[in-house]
């Protein structure tokens, strides 16, 4: 075992991870707030906001996203009408094509995991709001939206990890993240092995850090499920204690 | 104890099989492996076969060796990790000739010598660089062209250089224009060059045969920028990428790259696909 090697290595990938953690989280933040908006069009009863949103979802579920990468990357590129518009100095920029492309296919996976937490939500949960004098926005606050959230966190949370893992896409438009630099290490010192462990700790690291997250948020969303005895100890408590 | 019955048997059987004695080897057959993507040294034709001057070249090798030859295309930055994998035989893909290589595989004796040179669109301000139209000799410290380098550093101020990944034209930009210019690293040369046409980098830098093709498929709308370079700053040439221990394989190709030295096959071959000799000095 070299550890000088595996310190080096680590060195390098670790001033990479600021570029995965940002493809990350722009395109989940922005994926998600698209999703939102492609969900209620799925679930409303325009039938043309319906339509364009299942053919939306369709084309994004649909077709691998390394294509879907390229086609804004390197297709949009081709358009003399792109590159002389103002949109084109974003475009331009490897990281935005890279964040737009992921964003635009994450948003097609989150919308039908919330559609499933919507349709999991009670008829009657909902009746006995409205018979208490709730509607429109107050409704879809207080009821709506806490029990789909529930019904959809955990499947959430698996987009959310397989998103971790798609931004190694991203070396393939020349955004130079966790992947992209360890593919380099490797042409540039030939040794395959020391380096994709590294980096393959590395994103063991970061999903079990934003896991952690997700199942604390869970626990939280499901208070009222709990049995009061046998509570599992998390391993938050068993790091830092457990709060008095 | 099963378990470790196992293991011992596993271990056994591992010992046996790295111990095979290479020597024992009579090459019938050989798996040659090359990019596709590297015009005119190598491109995949529409039909998926491969075509271009390293392929033409295999066919002469393998004939006067006379062994049976597969030519597979993979991707170029895992290939000297592939070759040393045992995934292939021979890596064929213009591989330069440099120390840093010569550490972890062997190499067959060179059998061409390509200048590097930087591309611009024709109509961009960094078209026409200083000493474009010349031929620079350099040593591998860069000595014999400084004064041309502070000339280039000048003109690429702010400019956003392309390079495919892993190569020794990379290292090249890396030493002398870091400070100045934005790199971007590619995994092919083809996707540089999509990029230099849309004006998403300013200048790209590579193999100025490999160049010369891809303006080709451009009309035109590129071309070369400041001076070429040449001498042995990129290495000796681009030779055969092998195994270290397949010492009778290198001899074997040493032998039929003579022979294709001599009879002016790959002169032949360098003026049908290059336009220009190629011949190592």
Redesign the interface.
């Known amino acids: 075992m070299d550890f000088a090697f595996l310190f080096s290595t680590m060195k390098d990938l670790l001033a990479a991870t600021p570029t995965t953690i940002g493809l990350f989280s722009l395109s989940v933040f922005f994926g998600g707030l698209l999703a939102l908006l492609i969900v209620t069009m799925r679930v409303s009863n325009n039938i043309i906001a319906r339509n364009f949103a299942k053919g939306y979802i369709f084309v994004f579920r649909g077709s691998p996203l390394l294509i879907q990468m390229f086609l804004v990357f390197y297709g949009l590129g081709q358009f003399g009408v792109i590159r002389h518009s103002f949109v084109w100095p974003a475009l331009r920029e490897p990281f935005i094509c890279a964040v737009l492309s992921l964003a635009l296919c994450t948003a097609g996976y989150s919308a039908e995991i919330f559609r499933s937490g919507l349709r999991a939500v009670p008829p009657g949960e909902v009746e006995a709001a409205r018979a208490a004098g709730m509607s429109g926005f107050l409704l879809l606050r207080r009821i709506i939206a806490p029990i789909a959230l529930r019904h959809a966190l955990p499947a959430y949370s698996t987009e959310i990890v397989l998103m971790v893992k798609s931004t190694a896409l991203a070396s393939l438009v020349t955004v130079w993240e966790i992947t992209g630099v360890a593919q380099r290490l490797i042409s540039q010192t030939y040794r395959t092995m020391e380096v994709f462990l590294c980096a393959a700790a590395l994103y063991l690291l970061l999903n079990f850090i934003i896991l952690q997250g997700l199942s604390l948020l869970e626990n939280r969303l499901n208070r009222h499920h709990r049995r009061p005895t046998g509570r599992k100890p998390s391993v938050m408590n068993a790091l830092f204690g457990a709060r008095p | 104890m099963k378990f470790k019955s196992i293991l011992v048997a596993a271990a056994a059987l591992f010992a046996v099989a790295s111990t095979t004695p290479s020597q024992a080897k009579e090459w019938k057959e050989v798996t040659i492996t090359l990019e596709g993507a590297y015009a005119p040294w190598n491109m995949t034709n529409p039909d998926g076969s491969l075509g271009g001057f390293e392929p033409e070249l295999a066919e002469y090798l393998c004939n006067h060796m006379k062994v049976k030859c597969n030519l597979v295309a993979s991707d170029w930055?895992?290939m000297?990790?592939s070759l040393?994998?045992g995934k292939f035989d021979v890596v064929m893909d213009a591989l330069s000739i440099t120390p840093?290589r010569q550490k972890?595989i062997a190499f067959s004796i060179p059998y061409a010598n390509t200048h590097a040179a930087f591309a611009a669109p024709t109509e961009s301000d960094y078209a026409q660089a200083p000493g474009t139209g010349e031929v620079v000799k350099m040593a591998p410290d860069y000595s014999g062209g400084k004064d041309q380098i502070d000339a280039l550093r000048k003109t690429f101020d702010g400019a956003t250089i392309g390079i495919q990944?892993?190569t020794v034209y990379a290292k090249f930009i890396y030493d002398n224009f870091k400070d100045i210019a934005t790199i971007?690293?590619?995994?092919t040369g083809a996707?540089r060059d999509?990029?230099l046409q849309?004006?998403?980098i300013d200048v790209g830098f590579d193999d100025t045969t490999n160049l010369l093709a891809s303006f080709k498929t451009s009309d035109e709308a590129m071309a070369i920028t400041g001076p070429e370079i040449a001498g042995t700053v990129f290495g000796i040439g681009e030779g055969l990428g092998l195994r270290k221990e397949d010492t009778e394989l290198k001899a074997m190709f040493d032998d039929a790259i003579k022979a294709a030295l001599a009879d002016g096959t790959i002169k032949k071959l360098s003026m049908k696909w290059f336009g220009t000799d190629v011949t190592p000095e």
């Open positions: 930055d895992s000297i990790t040393n994998a840093e972890v990944a892993a971007r690293e590619y995994k996707e999509l990029d849309t004006g998403r």
